[in-house]
């Protein structure tokens, strides 16, 4: 069963991507945050991560797009691939309301006739290979069917599926009928995403559906980043462990942002970032939350312990 990281924008950028790799290591695969068509082109803060040479040393990049038709969809593909890309993920589950409302993201399981002439460019370009994420819908957890035969007709490497519709954003229990159901009729290797924190949580996935193609986890990776290592080495780490495996990956992030990014308020804003997920007392990150210089940021990381 492969293991993916999870795309999650301002959180796994390439320097992330690269160091995870570095300290931990057990990812097949990553994606990057989902790159949209802006003002005449694509987005150049993402386009510039989707190109950082740091992804070359990253396991298994692949670029993700998202748009509203398939005219954006063949201008950002194409983009991607003027860059030498053949390997490109196809957002159809963002659930943020203005990208929905605009038909992107999973708002873009509701139009079939463009996502028709989706199926048709990926089926004609042979030059890239393509996957696809997505929820069961926008606000009924059916919706998938109106669609399934048209995603039965695209080459997919694999289909991701993460069991809730976009209304539900990122909470509530997951519709996990509604997930097996979509996987029998998706035709495609399944790559199953939502709520995956711990070790056991991935062990009992594998168990339930040992079909599967892949596990896809976002937070809780990002709060254990050990999850795929733990699981792969068939024993979980203790706390000793894994914070120390925390304070190395914070210790690259820390060392390369301070070198690229302008302001200590620029800098500490992205490293709070990364302490947002994390499983650890809440009164040791309200430190780190208020300090506000580099200098209080760094004494209240030396002081988190397990
Ligand atoms: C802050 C945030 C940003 C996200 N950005 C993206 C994105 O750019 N592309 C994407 O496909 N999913 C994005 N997601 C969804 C995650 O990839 C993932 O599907 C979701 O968090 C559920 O998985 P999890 O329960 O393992 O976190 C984002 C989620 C969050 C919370």
Redesign the pocket.
């Known amino acids: 069963m492969k293991l993916f990281m999870?795309?999650?924008?301002?959180?796994t950028d390439a320097p992330y991507r690269l160091f995870h790799t570095e300290v931990f290591g057990g990812a097949d695969g990553c994606?990057s945050?989902?790159l949209r068509w802006e003002k005449g082109e694509p987005a150049r803060r993402t386009m510039r991560d989707i190109l950082s040479p740091l992804n070359a040393e990253t396991a298994g990049f692949v670029p993700?797009i998202?748009f509203r038709d398939a005219e954006e969809m063949r201008r950002l593909a194409g983009a991607l691939k003027a860059e030498g890309f053949d390997r490109v993920d196809l957002?159809m589950?963002?659930p943020f309301p203005p990208q929905v409302a605009k038909g992107r993201g999973a708002g873009f399981l509701l139009r079939r006739e463009e996502m028709e002439k989706v199926a048709a460019y990926v089926a004609e370009d042979s030059s890239v290979s393509y996957s696809l994420?997505m929820r069961l819908g926008v606000d009924d957890p059916w919706q998938w069917r109106d669609v399934v035969s048209v995603l039965r007709k695209m080459p997919l490497e694999h289909v991701t599926i993460?069991p809730r519709t976009a209304r539900e954003q990122?909470r509530g229990d997951l519709h996990l009928d509604r997930f097996e159901e979509l996987a029998s009729a998706v035709g495609k290797p399944v790559v199953f995403?939502?709520?995956?924190h711990t070790p056991g949580e991935l062990e009992e996935v594998a168990g339930r559906w040992p079909w599967l193609h892949g596990v896809?986890?976002?937070?809780?990776?990002l709060g254990r980043p050990s999850l795929f290592r733990e699981w792969r080495d068939g024993q979980e780490w203790d706390d000793r462990r894994r914070l120390e495996g925390l304070l190395r990956l914070h210790g690259l992030l820390w060392g390369h942002y301070r070198g690229v990014l302008c302001g200590e308020a620029q800098l500490l804003s992205r490293m709070k970032s990364f302490w947002y997920y994390a499983l650890l007392p809440h009164r040791q990150l309200k430190r780190i939350a208020k300090a506000r210089s580099a200098a209080d940021y760094e004494a209240a990381v030396r002081e988190l312990s397990v």
Not at 193 to 196: A, D, H, P, Q, S
């Open positions: 999870a795309p999650l924008q301002g959180y994606f945050p989902f993700q998202i957002n589950g963002c994420k993460h990122y995403n939502g709520e995956i896809m986890a976002g937070r809780g990776l």
